[in-house]
C-alpha cells in the first residue's frame, strides 16, 4: 500500500550521473487498518546510473523535523545498534553467567574494555586493506591465529600461518603499532 502511495514521486531522472545517486525525500499521512490514527511516513528514494529501480526506505515516525532530518537521524540510530550488535557477536559481552551482580559489572566492564581495544586497532593501526573489518574478522584473523615461536641461538622467530594475513600486511600493523608508542622502544 505504502508502495502504491509513493509512485507518483518513483519517475526516474532525466540525467544521473556515474557516482551520484539521485536522491529525493517524501512525507504524507498514512493509516493501517489496525492503527487508531494516522502517522507520518517518511520516503527516502534513491537512483543510481546503471540500476533499473530505485532503492526505496520507507519509516513512519511521530517525529516532526523535515523528511531528510528524519532519515539522517534514523541513519544514526541504526549505525549506533550495529555498534550494540558487533559488540555482542563480536566480544560476546552478553556472557554474564556469574551468579552475583559484582562478578557480572566486572566480566561487562572487561568486555567493553576489550571491544574498545578492537575499536581502537581498528581505527589506528590497521592498513587500508583492513580498515573495514569488523571486529569478529580481527579476532578470527588476526588475534586467533595459529603461531609457533622457535628459539634460535641469539634470536627468537615467531613462525604465524599467512591464511588470512600476509606477512607484509602483519609487518604495516607491527610497523603502525611502534609509532603510536609514546616513548621509542
Given amino acids: 500500500m505504502l508502495e502504491r502511495l509513493i509512485e507518483p514521486h518513483l519517475?526516474?531522472?532525466?540525467k544521473l550521473e556515474s557516482g551520484q545517486p539521485?536522491?529525493?525525500?517524501?512525507?504524507?499521512?498514512?493509516?493501517?487498518?489496525?492503527?487508531?490514527?494516522?502517522?507520518r511516513v517518511?520516503?527516502?528514494?534513491?537512483?543510481?546510473?546503471?540500476?533499473?529501480?530505485p532503492r526505496v526506505g520507507l519509516m513512519v515516525t511521530n517525529r516532526t523535523d523535515p523528511a531528510q532530518g528524519v532519515v539522517r537521524f534514523y541513519n544514526g540510530r541504526g549505525t549506533c545498534e550495529q555498534w550494540i550488535k558487533e559488540g555482542k557477536h563480536a566480544v560476546e559481552w552478553m556472557r554474564l553467567s556469574c551468579h552475583a551482580?559484582?562478578?557480572?559489572a566486572v566480566r561487562l566492564?572487561?568486555?567493553?574494555l576489550a571491544y574498545n581495544l578492537g575499536n581502537s586497532l581498528r581505527r589506528l593501526v590497521l592498513p587500508k586493506?583492513?580498515?573495514?573489518?569488523?571486529?569478529?574478522?580481527?579476532?578470527?584473523?588476526?588475534?586467533?591465529?595459529g603461531a609457533r615461536l622457535t628459539r634460535h641461538a641469539r634470536r627468537l622467530v615467531l613462525?604465524?600461518?599467512?591464511?588470512?594475513?600476509?606477512?607484509?600486511?602483519f609487518a604495516q600493523i607491527l610497523s603502525r603499532i611502534r609509532l603510536l608508542s609514546p616513548v621509542p622502544t
Fill in 101 to 104: 551482580f559484582e562478578r557480572n
Fill in 42 to 53: 517518511v520516503s527516502k528514494i534513491e537512483w543510481h546510473a546503471g540500476e533499473l529501480f
Fill in 159 to 169: 613462525q604465524m600461518a599467512e591464511v588470512a594475513i600476509t606477512r607484509d600486511l
Fill in 22 to 39: 539521485v536522491v529525493t525525500y517524501h512525507d504524507f499521512a498514512y493509516q493501517a487498518g489496525t492503527w487508531d490514527r494516522p502517522r
Fill in 11 to 14: 519517475k526516474r531522472p532525466e
Fill in 129 to 145: 586493506e583492513m580498515a573495514r573489518w569488523s571486529l569478529t574478522s580481527l579476532r578470527e584473523r588476526l588475534v586467533k591465529i
Fill in 109 to 112: 566492564a572487561l568486555f567493553v
